[in-house]
Nanobody, 131 residues
Framework: QAQLVESGGGLVQPGGSLRLACVAS????????IAWFRQAPGKEREAVSC?????????YADSVKDRFTISFRDSAKTTVYLQMNSLKPEDTAVYYC???????????????????????WGQGTQVTVNS
């Protein structure tokens, strides 16, 4: 079981930027994926972005494509960043990172956005976009 800790949330004006970090520990597998989800008050948790440890392939929700970038900090692949630019009020939510501790036969493409596929979750970090 992996342990995940998020940081970097805060209050930012519309059009501003934030960088979230997710530090993962306890992962002993060669193949896994780390994703960011978010949940706004009164709404369901939604997938934001995901990165594969094996090949660095990335996935994004349409709502954040071209504004958010997910990456590993270094070759150790124990820290995942989510760079968020051009933030909008609708980006306001608690952001969670999650670990999928397997490599599906189909690859991560068809499954990365489904929260129930993930094995471990962080505690979340609040992002508020407000003028």
């Amino acid at each position: 079981q992996a342990q995940l800790v998020e940081s970097g949330g805060g209050l930012v004006q519309p059009g501003g930027s934030l960088r979230l970090a997710c530090v993962a520990s306890g992962i002993t597998l060669d193949y896994y994926a780390i994703a960011w989800f978010r949940q706004a008050p009164g709404k369901e948790r939604e997938a934001v972005s995901c990165i594969s440890s094996s090949d660095g392939m990335t996935f994004y929700a349409d709502s954040v494509k071209d504004r958010f970038t997910i990456s590993f900090r270094d070759s150790a692949k124990t820290t995942v960043y989510l760079q968020m630019n051009s933030l909008k009020p609708e980006d306001t939510a608690v952001y969670y990172c999650a670990a999928l501790l397997a490599l599906p036969v189909s690859g991560y493409g068809p499954v990365w956005h489904v929260a129930s596929n993930y094995d471990s979750w962080g505690q979340g970090t609040q992002v508020t976009v407000n003028s």
